[in-house]
C-alpha cells in the first residue's frame, strides 16, 4: 500500500511557475516508477511526466523543454517543476506511484491565466 500527498497547485498567470510536490509513504527506492498525470475538463487524463527507479524520466511532447520531474529520496518525495506555463496547463494533475499496481494521489489544481 502507497499513500501519496500532493501539494503545491494554484493560480498563476501564463509564463509563471509553479511546482508540484507528491510524498509518498514509503521509501522511493521501492517503487518502480512515479509521476504525474493531467486531466483538463472534458478531456482524458493524460502522462505528463514520469520517472523510473533507474532515473529514466520521460515526458509529453506539449511539455518538455518546460516541465522537469525530479526527486528527493530522504524526504520520499517527487516534485515537478513546470515553467513557462500556459493556459493549455490548466487541469488537475495527479500524481502516481507504480508498484506492481498503481497508486493515486488526490490530485491538485493548476490554473494558469491567460
Known amino acids: 500500500q502507497v499513500q501519496l500527498v500532493e501539494s503545491g497547485g494554484g493560480l498563476v498567470q501564463a509564463g509563471g511557475s509553479l511546482r508540484l510536490s507528491c510524498a509518498a509513504s514509503?521509501?522511493?527506492?521501492?517503487?518502480?516508477?512515479m509521476g504525474w498525470y493531467r486531466q483538463a475538463p472534458g478531456k482524458e487524463r493524460e502522462l505528463v511526466a514520469r520517472i523510473t527507479l533507474g532515473g529514466r524520466s520521460n515526458y509529453a511532447d506539449s511539455v518538455k523543454g518546460r516541465f522537469t520531474i525530479s526527486r528527493e529520496y530522504a524526504k520520499n518525495t517527487v516534485y515537478l517543476q513546470m515553467n513557462s506555463l500556459k493556459p493549455e496547463d490548466t487541469a488537475v494533475y495527479y500524481c502516481?506511484?507504480?508498484?506492481?499496481?498503481?497508486?493515486w494521489g488526490q490530485g491538485t489544481q493548476v490554473t494558469v491565466s491567460s
Open positions: 502516481y506511484a507504480d508498484k506492481i499496481r498503481l497508486y
Open positions: 514509503i521509501s522511493l527506492f521501492s517503487i518502480d516508477a
